[in-house]
């Protein structure tokens, strides 16, 4: 009888464990989430909000010009600081996140979504709004389903990973060559392709983030890795949508 009450007393242990690992992985995903879900509408603000001081309507036929604002953002010099400022920002947070504390790291995330809004801007002057929205909706609703897979699944995805991660290189490669030849038959592949790559890179990193999970960890060191899972997603999504909106978008 002493036996199997010990037993029950390490069973129920174990369980009550478990149970707290497991709430403090969904409070480890949700805060992932949240901030990279805080760090798309950032993004959307600031892509809408330059966009609209950029260009002015000169005509009943909706025909749009750049005004002073815009000429200084899309046609001086600057533009190449607009276009390469989300970069540099994006390896500052990944090589300094380490020694930031936990609201520095949060901060350069959001830095990070809004100069990446700045230089999206452009999208707005490419495709229509309608379009736009449209394909912002498609590529959340393929995120949340591919990410939600992610998370549930049994399967070790690192195998297709790996893969998705050749793959990736290969359709940078393509892009600068078609840079050169552009091709439209090579574009649409390369688009094809992209999504295709986006959406594993997203089951995978999911998984990825939730083997991350250490209920040992401090909140510091916690809170560190739920703003590199967050930007993590948040590129998965990003690209995902640009990619979508090359094959879905009605330019103007």
Same mark, same amino acid.
């Given at each position: !009888?002493?036996?199997? #009450?010990?037993?029950?007393? #390490?069973? $129920?242990?174990? @369980? ?43 005509? @009943? ?41 936990? @609201? ?25 709004? $309608? ?32 893969? !998705? ?8 490669? @393509? ?10 038959? =090579? ?5 094809? +392709?992209?999504? +295709? ?30 703003? !590199?899972?967050? =930007?993590? +997603? ?7 949508? +640009? ?10």
């Amino acid at each position: !009888m002493a036996d199997l #009450r010990n037993y029950q007393t #390490r069973a $129920q242990t174990g @369980a009550h464990a478990s149970a707290e690992i497991d709430q403090g992985l969904r409070a480890y995903m949700l805060k992932i989430y949240n901030l990279m879900a805080l760090g798309l509408v950032i993004t959307g603000i600031a892509a809408y909000g330059i966009f609209m001081m950029s260009v002015s309507q000169t005509g @009943a036929d909706g025909q749009v010009a750049l005004t002073q604002f815009g000429q200084v953002m899309y046609a001086s010099p600057l533009k190449w600081v607009v276009m390469f400022a989300p970069l540099i920002a994006f390896f500052f947070l990944a090589f300094r996140v380490n020694k930031m504390s936990v @609201a520095g790291a949060q901060m350069a995330f959001w830095v990070y979504a809004a100069l990446t809004g700045i230089s999206l801007s452009t999208i707005f002057l490419v495709y229509t709004g $309608q379009s736009i929205v449209q394909t912002f909706f498609i590529t959340a609703a393929s995120f949340g389903a591919l990410s939600l897979y992610g998370y549930t699944t049994k399967r070790d995805l690192s195998a297709m990973g790996s893969f !998705m991660i050749v793959g990736l290189f290969g359709i940078l490669i @393509a892009m600068v060559v078609n840079i050169f030849l552009q091709s439209s038959a =090579l574009s649409f592949a390369v688009s094809v +392709l992209g999504v +295709l790559i986006f959406a594993g890179l997203t089951a995978w990193d999911t998984q990825k983030l939730k083997e991350m999970y250490y209920d040992g960890d401090s909140d510091v060191v916690a809170g560190r890795k739920a703003v !590199m899972g967050a =930007l993590t +997603l948040y590129l998965d999504f990003i690209n995902m949508f +640009l990619f979508l909106l090359r094959l879905l978008g009605n330019r103007n």
